[in-house]
């Protein structure tokens, strides 16, 4: 299987834990809407503090999470430490 075929979205990271950057546009998207999300976690805390700062942590939270549950099961190779070797 060539890493063309593998289905990634996300590229290891060269040194320590995690993902890198996307590789595919799925992977972009999902860091887009991520991005987006945390933006609109802003504006609610701008518009009500008083109820949107409640709201935009446990939203923030969420999408924290969700991101990090598909990088982890969408990145070539699954999140492990590596030492700069080999990708």
Same mark, same amino acid.
């Given at each position: 299987m060539s ?12 040194? =320590?834990? =995690?993902?890198?950057l ?5 992977g972009?998207a ?7 999300m945390?933006l ?16 935009a ?8 999470l ?8 969408k990145?070539?190779? =699954?999140?492990?430490w ?6």
């Open positions: 890493r063309k075929d593998d289905k990634a979205w996300f590229a290891p990271k060269r040194y =320590g834990y =995690g993902a890198g996307p590789v595919a546009w799925q972009w999902l860091l887009a809407g991520y991005i987006v945390m609109g976690c802003v504006v609610l805390v701008e518009w009500d503090a008083e109820i949107g700062l409640p709201v942590v446990v939203v923030g939270f969420l999408a924290t969700l991101l990090g549950w598909v990088a982890a099961a990145t070539r190779g =699954g999140w492990r590596r030492w700069g070797g080999d990708r």
